[in-house]
């Protein structure tokens, strides 16, 4: 693993938001989607420099056709956005990302530096891409933004120069939990997302006339009241569905090994340990216990179990405390590298680092099996996904919190287990969810929280610039 610091006084920006120019007599022939203001250079600490900035919100040409709602317009007339950044000293390693709050939106990077170099990352069913160039030559680098598909958007950019230090000792990951986002009452049309191969964007939430039709599913529902997997069986009637999900902000990777052969060779229906793998800046790694693994009929495949704890709070706002209201019941999961964990960091190793036999080898049905999260990286469970819900059977509307802890039995060797959990506070009124706070800590009432700006969980107005109806928008966009 790499430990990268953003390089002193090396990088002078100046960035607008510009549409590219057509071609023939030089004119603009694209949308001017306004500008961005990169206002001051933004500092990380008081010796790392880099830049943020965000797109500003803007939507596709063209009407959802009202019998396919489930697939975002494309982006088909042009429409691009443009900055430009200027090196100094040819040092170090210049980065270029872009984080976008969708997964089925898919958007094209192109970093074009002053000699013609040029580098060019689409996402595809991720959340952040980027670029990098060692030693980037000095002068105008280029950055365009092309989005190929989307409902609405605004999306996060950044930039910065770092080097890359070799770290010494244990490389040990950290795990945090996305603060929760995308919630709703409506289940998706096809209840076995875990075994959907189309994206996320095919399976939308079934709604009619603008209401939910049911917000649990049949396997949510029986796993749920199955005895044999629970202690305290449970009559699901509401879900409140959401996305969060893992993320490794340490500077090691968080590495997982199973023996699946073995297991599926003695008893299929037991729990088998978990391996720990840590990885040492000599390229020595040693192992440890942690916890254990199942095969998860729900979702098809192989789960790390006890890893992710789910609860709804009620609020009581006059006397400012919270009180236990229902649960969840995923327990499990099987990450991979979609996005980066922390967005004001740049030391996110090459996605994937660890190799495709680590990440996201759920399906592995012989021999040894690995799951993980590369340093730097983290993994998304949206609402689709069977367990991601709290209960919110028979409750009242109000103000509630739902929150979400990782490592929740303290199973993992990492180097901060005081920032496992995160929390979103919501106002609910029937079947209408709106996120009032998203941070990181217990609740809103946790004097330590860290509360998240973030692209995730946007809903504004302006997706009804593009003539679709409330409940088509809703459709795209939970």
């Keep these: ?49 880099a830049t943020f900035w965000e797109t500003p919100f803007f939507s596709c040409d063209g009407e959802p056709a009202a019998t396919d709602v489930s697939a975002p317009p494309t982006c ?135 209401q ?72 020595t790694s040693t192992e440890r216990d942690a916890g254990s693994y199942e095969y998860h009929a729900t979702h098809g495949h192989y789960h790390y179990t006890d890893i992710l704890f789910y609860e709804l709070l009620s609020v009581d706002e006059a006397a400012g405390t919270v009180a236990p209201a229902g649960v969840g019941h995923k327990s499990g999961f099987c990450p991979a590298d979609q996005g980066y964990g922390d967005w004001e960091a740049f030391d996110q190793d090459e996605q994937g680092a660890l190799g495709a036999e680590q990440s996201g080898s759920c399906f592995a049905i012989a021999g040894d099996g690995a799951m993980g999260i590369t340093a730097g990286w983290g993994d998304f469970y949206r609402w689709q996904r069977p367990g991601q819900f709290v209960d919110f059977s028979g409750q009242p509307d109000g103000t509630y919190v739902v929150r979400a802890t990782v490592d929740v039995l303290d199973n993992v060797r990492e180097t901060d287990d005081t920032d496992n959990a995160s929390y979103a506070l919501l106002s609910i009124e029937g079947n209408e969810v709106t996120i009032l706070e998203r941070g990181r800590g217990s609740s809103h009432l946790d004097p330590d929280k860290v509360v998240v700006h973030d692209n995730r969980g946007q809903y504004p107005e302006a997706w009804l610039v593009g003539g679709a109806t409330p409940d088509q928008l809703q459709l795209l966009r939970r």
Excluded at 134 to 150: H, K, N, Q, S, Y
Excluded at 255 to 273: G, K, Q, S, T, Y
């Design 212 to 283: 939910p039709l049911y917000s649990c599913t049949a396997d949510e529902v029986q796993e749920a009241s199955d005895p044999t997997r629970t202690d305290e069986p449970t009559l699901l009637t509401r879900c409140l569905r959401f996305t969060a999900g893992p993320h490794n902000v340490g500077e090691g990777h968080f590495d997982l090994r199973f023996p699946i052969l073995d297991r599926a060779i003695n008893d299929r229906d037991r729990l088998v340990e978990m391996t720990q793998i840590v990885h040492h800046g000599d390229g």
């Design 1 to 49: 693993m790499r430990m990268i610091t953003l390089l002193s006084c090396l990088l002078l920006l100046a960035m607008v938001a510009q549409p590219a120019l057509g071609e023939g007599d030089g004119h603009t022939e694209h949308r001017h989607l306004g500008t961005v203001d990169a206002g001051p250079v933004g500092l990380l600490d008081e010796q790392v420099p």
């Design 76 to 210: 088909d007339d042009g429409l691009v956005f443009t900055w430009t950044v200027q090196v100094a000293e040819p040092v170090g390693q210049l980065r270029v990302d872009f984080d976008n709050p969708y997964r089925q939106d898919d958007f094209s990077l192109t970093v074009t530096g002053p000699d013609g170099e040029t580098a060019t990352q689409a996402s595809h069913n991720t959340y952040s891409e980027g670029v990098a160039f060692d030693a980037p030559t000095v002068g105008r680098w280029t950055i365009e933004l092309t989005p190929i598909r989307t409902a609405g958007s605004i999306v996060r950019m950044r930039a910065g120069l770092a080097t890359v230090d070799e770290p010494e000792g244990e490389l040990l990951p950290n795990l945090r939990v996305t603060p929760p986002f995308e919630f709703g009452f409506a289940a998706p049309i096809n209840p076995a997302n875990s075994m959907f191969l189309a994206g996320d964007d095919q399976n939308p939430p079934v709604i009619v006339d603008g």
